[in-house]
């Protein structure tokens, strides 16, 4: 197999001269001498093994060999500069595209503070943002379809650099009409264990953390219902279905959220898989959070 090797210059040479006949007004096109030109032609006519031009009259005619170049050619330069720019702009901090992968929970109050605090400052980056659970925002992370994620709890994965950032602690979600509604000096956990619990499927970062806080405390939660989604869980708190842990922030109209004496905390992070590498501008939207919120 003939082991071709042409080089970016040679190929733009052949096109500029491709395009105007003369050698003379293709190397002032390019900024060359005539001499460089042709050679350069020269070479890319050795490595072809044809000549490429017909040569008449002093001016540089394509044959049919430098017709069958031409086509391939300039697709082949097309893609190139197409890459260079695709690369350029990985390497450009405030511009490009940073992919996101984040706990639902978090879509509502800290994935906005995060990218239009960001975006004030670049307003160029483009955002691709996706929710999931906690083991579905991992699972992005680890595959590359997430430059950045923002989760908890800590997934301890040698490959993932997690670090936190901020906490919201939990409270006890009750319905309105509840007997614990009223409480504002807080529940005891012991007074947790007869309750009906909703909760979150197991693989939900949420989920995990209750569980952590009930075994620590050597309480074994009645859990009547599992659901997929943080709104449905507060529906069915508000529609009297049963009880669940849930954030600070989430109280809304026939939901009460009652303190835990012993308190319940939710520590999110951002975290990168360390066996790739980032874009600048991921890079930086990293650089910025961590520095911002830390």
Do not use: C
């Not at 080089?7 to 096109?15: A, G, K, S």
């Amino acid at each position: 197999m003939h082991d071709v090797r042409v080089r970016i210059d040679e190929v733009t040479h052949f096109l500029a001269l491709a395009a105007d006949g003369h050698v003379a007004h293709a190397a002032e096109a390019l900024g060359v001498s005539q001499s460089t030109l042709s050679r350069s032609v020269g070479r890319l006519e050795a490595e072809m093994g044809v000549e490429l031009f017909d040569r008449t009259k002093g001016r540089f005619e394509l044959n049919r060999y430098g017709q069958i170049l031409l086509a391939h050619a300039s697709r082949a330069l097309a893609e190139f500069e197409t890459a260079r720019s695709r690369i350029d702009a990985l390497r450009d901090p405030s511009a490009g595209t940073v992919s996101i992968a984040y706990v639902s929970s978090f879509g509502s109050w800290l994935i906005p503070r995060l990218v239009g605090d960001y975006r004030a400052l670049f307003p160029d980056i483009r955002f691709v943002l996706n929710g999931g659970t906690a083991d579905t925002v991992l699972e992005a992370l680890r595959g590359g379809a997430a430059d950045i994620a923002i989760l908890s709890p800590d997934p301890r994965d040698p490959e993932i650099d997690w670090r936190a950032l901020t906490s919201e602690r939990l409270a006890l979600g009750v319905p309105d009409a509840h007997p614990f509604a009223a409480r504002t000096d807080g529940v005891e956990v012991s007074e947790l264990e007869d309750l009906e619990f909703l909760a979150l499927k197991p693989g939900a970062g949420l989920r995990g953390i209750a569980d952590s806080y009930f075994a620590v405390h050597g309480v074994v939660p009645n859990v009547v219902l599992e659901v997929t989604e943080l709104s449905t869980l507060r529906a069915l708190v508000r529609a009297g279905v049963g009880v669940a842990l849930l954030p600070e922030l989430t109280e809304d109209a026939g939901l009460r959220l009652v303190p835990l004496r012993d308190e319940a905390t939710r520590v999110i992070g951002l975290a990168t898989n360390r066996s790739r590498s980032p874009s600048a501008a991921a890079q930086q939207f990293a650089r910025f959070v961590r520095e911002e919120w830390a």
